[in-house]
């Protein structure tokens, strides 16, 4: 990869609000998923998804269904693989588990997710893991598809509610935050922690801090510049800004 003089000093952090344009709902929004039906993020609970197999059928036909399967990246994906391509991307940061940043051309090295990821699912008890599509083609005849190895329940490998952040992913957010020179929040409410304490982490560390959000956000008074316009056009004009 083409690496300029200077070390890379942007940290990148994304939420919901960059793959809604790609037919992918966010959550809390106004059109989010468990605005429109509190009781969806109900299926994301971990310990009714373990002890209740209704959650989990109802789980893994709303798995099944989800638009991730048939999206494709956006014009601020793009621009944020260019980013790590031009040499100025510490790593981008996301709370999305829809793969779109790699699918965009993002390296799995830069690329941080924090709350998992759809891609592939695991056993609760013996950690086997397959490619999630593996085990959509089970529902069919098996509607709670089990382990095959062990007989355990199967979830996919997003973080749900009362699960704790991958260890590993965590402290390379956390290194990102502190190392940037410039902290860039993209359509997240900055309301879920511990990933949204990244911000002011960044801010405490020097960084300057812009957020790309439609809607307000808790640290917008930490913020540097706030911008509210649709992520699509805002942010690959807002990359070439940075990169020059």
């Not at 397959?130 to 959509?136: A, E, F, G």
């Not at 879920?192 to 002011?200: G, H, I, M, N, R």
Request: charge should be negative.
């Amino acid at each position: 990869m083409p690496h300029h003089h200077d070390d890379p000093t942007i940290t990148v952090l994304t939420g919901a609000g960059i793959s809604t344009s790609s037919g992918i709902p966010d959550f809390r929004g106004p059109q989010g998923v468990w605005t429109r039906d509190p009781a969806a993020a109900e299926l994301l609970e971990i310990g009714r998804y373990v002890r209740e197999r209704d959650v989990r059928v109802r789980g893994w036909r709303a798995w099944a269904e989800h638009p991730t399967w048939h999206a494709q990246p956006t014009a601020a994906h793009r621009a944020l693989a260019e980013l790590e391509q031009a040499g100025d991307l510490i790593a981008v940061l996301t709370q999305n588990f829809d793969g779109l940043h790699q699918a965009a051309g993002s390296s799995d090295d830069r690329t941080v997710e924090l709350h998992g990821s759809l891609a592939t699912t695991s056993c609760l008890r013996c950690t086997t893991t397959w490619p999630t599509t593996d085990v959509l083609a089970r529902l069919a005849d098996d509607p709670d598809p089990l382990c095959t190895e062990c007989g355990g329940i199967l979830k996919p490998d997003v973080v749900y509610f009362g699960e704790q952040l991958p260890d590993d992913a965590l402290q390379h957010a956390v290194a990102a935050a502190t190392d940037a020179t410039t902290f860039v929040a993209i359509g997240t409410t900055l309301t879920v922690q511990p990933v949204a304490s990244l911000a002011a982490l960044a801010v405490d560390s020097g960084a300057r801090l812009v957020v790309v959000n439609a809607e307000p956000t808790p640290y917008d008074h930490l913020a540097d510049e706030v911008i509210r316009d649709p992520i699509d056009q805002a942010i690959p004009t807002l990359m070439e800004r940075l990169r020059s």
